[in-house]
């Protein structure tokens, strides 16, 4: 192995290492939200009732309005049957709900995986980074990102659809072009090296107004 290969083989190591720890922060941050509204829970519970001892019904409305809304920022979306999964696309989802970006999940994984969940971890995570990105160059009503993800007979299927700004993307040769800085382009390599040391499947499409990835992964 050359000199070169090395040094990109190394980069892109460094690369990967520091997305799994952000990855693991945002999951971290996540649930430090759920166990932050689990501990006031007693508070509201007993706020509600000094409002229901007064007899003030539009208080415990608004009370009950003001948590659902709360809430509904730390709510775990996707139960998929996969753990990690689950921590990765719910981070994921409120990052990109967090920008304004609307995110339509459709997720079931019945099965014990094959697939490491480190490299589930790099798979995902760099698939929705991606997707966000993307999207945030569009105006707030048109920013969608589609996720669909089962099995489909022994192997894991991950769909990964985002509108774009501007015309089709230019394919150079097997990825397309990116606007984004080098991680960007680390990130798309991983993911290809993952998915061909799993004997996988990818596709790219790039059509006017939308990017889709289309994975396939092997789990026997």
């Known amino acids: 192995m050359g000199l070169f ?4 083989n190394k980069q892109i190591e460094d690369y990967q290492h520091e997305l799994i720890e952000t990855h693991y922060k945002e999951v971290d ?3 430090r939200q759920i166990r932050g509204w689990r501990h006031d ?3 509201h519970i007993q706020t ?3 409002y229901a001892a007064k007899g003030d019904l539009e208080a ?9 809304e709360d809430l509904t920022t730390v709510d775990t979306v996707i139960k998929t049957g996969n753990p990690m999964t689950d921590a990765i696309l719910n981070s994921k989802i409120s990052l ?4 304004g970006i609307k995110v339509v999940a459709d997720a079931h994984i019945p099965v014990k995986l094959k697939s ?5 971890c790099c798979i995902i995570g760099n698939l929705f980074d991606n997707a966000i990105e993307a999207s945030m160059k569009l105006p707030k009503e048109q920013r ?12 894991l299927y991950i769909s990964f659809t985002n509108f774009t700004a501007g015309k089709k993307m230019k394919k150079e040769g097997k990825l397309f072009r990116s606007t984004k800085g080098e991680g960007h382009g680390f990130g798309l390599v991983r993911i290809d090296a993952i998915v061909e040391r799993l004997d996988g499947y990818i596709s790219r499409n790039s059509e006017d107004g939308a990017f889709t990835t289309e994975i396939l992964l092997p789990q026997i």
């Open 48 to 50: 509600m009732k000094a």
């Open 60 to 68: 415990i409305k608004n009370y009950l309005d003001l948590l659902d």
């Open 41 to 43: 829970y007693r508070n």
């Open 29 to 31: 941050n996540m649930y």
């Open 116 to 120: 490491s969940e480190i490299d589930l």
């Open 5 to 8: 290969s090395k040094k990109i």
């Open 96 to 99: 990109a709900s967090a920008r």
């Open 144 to 155: 969608v990102i589609r996720v669909y993800m089962d099995m489909k007979n022994t192997q």
